[in-house]
């Protein structure tokens, strides 16, 4: 088993899209990474205009799975003790990886024969990772510095996971751990670090991170089943170490070829795009099962760890931004990771259903289509080819139905060569929905033989519920070349993970190669129009976006009639007048909006109609603005917010009313480039407004990926005191003719 920049928007043509996009050059600097003592490295750290690292540390935890040296620390013989298994483990688990084991403990001269210390101040040597099996770990950690340990694994429970106190607890746990020097797996962890690996498989390896360690048996059982486990990391409730951490340690051992993780919540957002950054630069796929899809999920997750479970949506872009494959459930997470770690990159992408049965065949064919694999029909030559030894009547088009009885002789073997020879081909899928020997024997067996004589990716679904057949626990699951499934649906979501994988990481180019290094000018100009804690005017919205180059329609805010009758004569009729002051939100719905005015004496009137709904309604206005009207385009929304576990977010959908009722939008962290950005247009249902409909001509693309390019540099340059922004309605025209941001709402922190 294998189980375009538009001259409208931009006012320096090839250098104004660089800035916008982030690709600014900037400064590199030295800084040591990891914690002192935990075997840290100084390397070169790029920075991005707010300082923060572009990319991921990578913690030396070599030591913590491999130590030379460990201390027991309230180590146990006695019976009837819970610490006594606990210790019984370690020491079994410290004699197989070579490790000098120190026990500690106050009054007892041994355990289990090993001389003990009284205390860690007693230790005869320095110690790589220490295990305190102790109820209160503070005074420990902070006498650990003295010793030079490197890392300390603490399995006591109540901390952030029981609420405020317990994570007040925790935060001097933490503090005392950076003090002195220490990594800190933990609190609230368990033995899973110490498991008993087998050591006779070979192959990629799947490395295991689980925050609820019972959540990680199925992927370790698979051991049973021939995949290869290298290490499992349970980080418990992350007071230091982290699942970041462990994912960009993992992602450098030669030895891993997937990472499975099963997350209920992430302590820092963007620490774990920066590893999951540095994975997919190395192509180490990271698979995860990621809880808090629904609101009971969420509320769970956080009594259990006591961090933050993120906006599912937010967190669900994050991940497919970076590659990280999101499955839903434990036996998704055991099939696709052991698929991804074993399975060579294809040679293509085509994906042939080989069956001894039509309705077998289609049956999966449409699983496989409705989930996006590509079934590409084989070419007539191919086919004329199979028909030597599948009857005439039977479809060999993809899928091939052989009819069952070639797979009982030599036709069957040759069936499958002529099918993996097939240049288009890159995945075989044979679905065997029951036992039928000694066909399914045979089949079997020429399945085998064939996936180790080629490079191509042979999958089967042994759909039998019992699971003891010879043909699936001795045939199939003994080869290390064929993936093994026991669902259709599992299958199908692995290869397609599979594919999109080596997809994504063929050359693959980093978000964070987007951001930007130096502030752009626009920084210095909207200072003034800052306001903490307020909301902007709409006004006051529009210049921002003006000086980030957004277009806006031409417009003057005005204080009286006449003013208005003379802002309207330059502007040019038609025009549309607005209500405008600091926290007004919904002017529409106060009727403080007027469209297509024509006349100087209807831009009077208006002007007088909105000034006294405005005194009835008790809004202190700062003026009118009379706008030039923009009619024809397809409304779309840019908007920017903050998440509370990735920071700014910038979000496209389609706009105008229709946003709150069909919530149609794509969502995309910052940093990113044009790539993500046109790609958030293709998540879109509505993406078809824009190549236009019923005699519509074609959007200006390329300006609306302007418009989210620089509200993005907005999030990163201004996330500290920008809390939120929505360009709504954004009006694209017609290919070749901009964008034009009619309206804007900006809150500031």
């Not at 026990?103 to 790589?128: K, M, N, Q, T, Y």
């Not at 994906?351 to 999966?364: E, K, L, N, P």
């Not at 993996?420 to 036992?435: E, F, H, M, Y």
């Not at 199908?492 to 994504?504: C, E, K, P």
Request: proline content about 7%; overall charge negative.
């Amino acid at each position: 088993m294998l189980g375009s920049t538009h001259g409208t928007l931009t006012t320096n043509s090839r250098h104004a899209r660089a800035v916008a996009c982030g690709r600014a050059p900037g400064p590199t600097v030295h800084v040591h990474t990891g914690a002192a003592g935990a075997g840290s490295a100084e390397e070169a750290v790029d920075r991005d205009v707010s300082g923060r690292p572009l990319h991921a540390a990578v913690p030396d935890l070599d030591r913590f799975f491999r130590p030379e040296s460990m201390a027991l620390i309230g180590a146990s013989d006695a019976e009837g003790r819970p610490n006594t298994g606990i210790t019984r483990q370690l020491v079994a688990w410290a004699e197989r990886v070579g490790a000098r084991l120190h026990p500690v403990h106050p009054s007892r001269p041994s355990v289990f024969g090993i001389p003990c210390v009284p205390s860690v101040a007693d230790l005869s040597e320095p110690v790589d990772l220490a295990v305190l099996l102790v109820r209160d770990p503070l005074p420990v950690i902070e006498e650990l510095a003295e010793a030079k340990v490197k890392f300390a694994v603490v399995f006591a429970s109540g901390f952030a996971e029981t609420g405020p106190e317990g994570a007040a607890a925790q935060e001097r746990l933490a503090t005392a751990a950076r003090h002195a020097g220490v990594r800190l797996l933990g609190p609230n962890t368990n033995l899973n670090a110490f498991e008993e690996f087998r050591e006779d498989l070979d192959g990629p390896a799947i490395a295991l991170i689980t925050q609820s360690g019972h959540q990680g048996r199925p992927v370790f059982t698979l051991q049973e089943l021939g995949i290869r486990l290298s290490h499992w990391a349970p980080t418990g409730n992350e007071a230091d170490l982290e699942t970041a951490d462990f994912i960009s340690w993992f992602a450098t051992r030669p030895e891993v070829g997937a990472i499975a993780l099963y997350a209920e919540g992430l302590k820092d957002g963007r620490g774990f795009l920066l590893a999951a950054d540095r994975a997919a630069r190395a192509k180490v796929p990271v698979v995860a099962v990621k809880v808090g899809r629904t609101e009971t999920g969420a509320r769970t997750a956080a009594s259990h760890t006591g961090k933050l479970t993120g906006t599912d949506a937010v967190v669900d872009a994050a991940m497919r931004q970076y590659g990280v494959i999101r499955v839903d459930g434990l036996d998704e997470l055991q099939d696709t990771a052991a698929l991804l770690a074993r399975a060579r990159p294809p040679r293509a992408e085509g994906v042939v259903v080989y069956s001894i049965s039509g309705g077998t065949g289609a049956h999966f064919a449409d699983l496989a289509t409705a989930a996006g694999l590509p079934l590409p029909a084989l070419s007539a030559e191919k086919q004329t080819e199979l028909h030597q030894w599948i009857p005439a009547d039977l479809n060999v088009a993809n899928p091939v139905d052989n009819g069952g009885h070639p797979v009982g002789d030599w036709r069957g073997r040759k069936i499958i060569d002529a099918i993996l020879a097939d240049p288009s081909v890159g995945v075989l899928i044979c679905p065997i929905t029951g036992p039928f020997p000694p066909m399914s024997d045979r089949l079997a067996q020429d399945l085998v033989a064939a996936a180790e004589q080629t490079d191509k990716l042979v999958c089967v679904i042994w759909g039998s519920p019992v699971g003891t057949e010879d043909a699936y626990r001795t045939t199939l699951l003994g080869s290390s070349r064929v993936a093994t499934f026991r669902t259709f649906g599992n299958c199908v979501t692995a290869v397609r993970a599979y594919l999109d994988h080596h997809r994504f990481t063929t050359g693959y180019r980093s978000p964070f190669d987007d951001a930007p290094r130096t502030p752009s000018p626009a920084v210095r100009k909207v200072r003034g129009l800052m306001r903490p804690g307020e909301q902007l005017s709409e006004h006051a919205a529009k210049q921002l976006l003006r000086a980030y180059g957004i277009r806006v329609p031409r417009e003057q805010l005005v204080t009286s009639a006449a003013a208005a009758v003379r802002a309207a004569g330059l502007v040019g009729y038609p025009v549309v007048m607005k209500a405008s002051a600091p926290q007004l939100a919904h002017k529409t719905e106060l009727g403080l909006v007027r469209l297509g005015l024509t006349s100087a004496s209807q831009v009077r009137d208006t002007y007088r109609e909105l000034t006294d709904i405005a005194r009835f309604e008790g809004v202190d206005l700062d003026g009118v603005l009379v706008c030039q009207m923009v009619e024809r385009g397809v409304e779309m929304v840019v908007g920017l917010s903050h998440d509370p576990l990735f920071g700014p977010t910038v979000t496209v959908g389609v706009g105008g009313v229709l946003v709150e009722v069909l919530k149609d939008t794509a969502v995309r962290v910052p940093p990113f480039g044009e790539d993500h950005a046109r790609a958030m247009l293709g998540e879109l249902r509505g993406r078809g407004l824009l190549d236009g409909v019923r005699g519509a001509p074609p959007s200006d693309l390329d300006a609306l990926v302007e418009v989210v390019l620089r509200v993005q540099r907005m999030a990163l340059e201004l996330g500290d005191d920008l809390a939120e922004l929505e360009v709504n309605p954004l009006m694209v025209l017609e290919r070749g003719q901009g964008a034009v941001a009619l309206d804007a709402l900006a809150i500031c922190r």
